[in-house]
């Protein structure tokens, strides 16, 4: 029993050490294999194998996980026309056209009985604003943001030219609560009806 315990102790010496190597053969043989990983082409390092580091994420997709929760989130589109039955204007004073009817009002950042828009959030916005009118009186809207002229369009009265299209467009930063409206200047008219004249914007990015 004693030999056969000394031989059993030895055997299983011998096992453990065979183990031993061949474990550290392979973590070896891993090791390297890592290190190849680590300096193949950068290129496929970076965008190959989706194996992204936390410096290849910091240079090529800023980490945005501390942006606040609703940042990037919120959504701002509409459309509107401006539909009260034919022409509109010209009045003795500028005054903000309503562009009642709304086709598009996500958010519902735009007020349709007072032709204004209220930014919700801090961000870039992209408006747009098209009228249709005749050539009888001068057609001019002005955009404005709170008491700023941003942008404006303008046709002259004339006999020989009956119809005009016309427009503009323009990115703006506002802050929550800015107001964006379309005012038609004194002694201009629109043709409003009929889906010709319209006030569009969204949301392009949140700041
Ligand atoms: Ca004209």
Redesign the pocket.
Known sequence: MVISNIYTKKYFKILFNAFAIREGHDNTSSSIEQHKSSHRDPMKHSFGDGAKTSETQSACHPNTSDRPTEMGDKKVIFSAVAEHGGPYGPFNTDKTVVFNTVITNLGGAYNNTTGIFSAPVAGFYYFTFFYHAG?EHKSVLLLFKNCDLIVRTS??K?SS?TA?NGGNAVFVQLQKGDEVYVSLAKDSHVWADERHTTFSGFLVTQL
């Open positions: 050539g046709d002259h004339t030219d005009d």
